[in-house]
């Protein structure tokens, strides 16, 4: 029998793109950042995020790239989109993300709200460039191993568990996560 212990990535793309359409004002042109093609963290994100796009019809997905992951290809995307010309009133990054910050700057924009990751750069930048930057970060719970120990422990000990535990992303924000914010950056 298989049991599985993962991350919920359906909401973690739905409540990242619901604190993001909040703090925009439920109006104005998104950028989607995509994973990888194909793989289910991406699907499901992917999933979530037009969850969260059906309530509000204001938003306007203005481009939809793939970014691989790749925190280079991450930001040299952003940079083309800004200075395409297109106007960009939120990002919504699926965790390559401390470039696109860095993307604004080099093209001289201003910044707008932005959703990340957890990552260590992102969570440095949020915290440094508060209030200048609105961005959330989405965590995808590093706490995934033990849980999956811990199922395997009450397993062995011939208790009984679900077939599939899903752990769910919290989303940080400046100031009201200041703390968490901290504490898991090192």
Known sequence: QAYNVTNDQVAYGRLGAEWLFKKMGGKGNVVEMRGIAGVPADTDRHTGFQQALKKYPNIKVVKSVFMNWDFATSGKQMLDILNSGTQVDGVWNSGAD??????????????????????????????????????????????????GAAVAIKLLQGKQVPKWVKLTPLVWSMPKDKKSIQANYS
Do not use: C, S, W
Request: aromatic letters at 8%; a positive charge.
């Open 98 to 147: 401390y470039t696109v910050i860095r993307a604004f700057k080099t093209a001289g924009k201003p910044l707008v709200p932005i959703v990340g990751a957890d990552n260590n750069e992102f969570l440095h930048q949020m915290i440094a460039q508060y209030p200048k930057l609105q961005a959330a970060a989405v965590t995808n719970p590093a706490t995934i191993g033990g849980a």
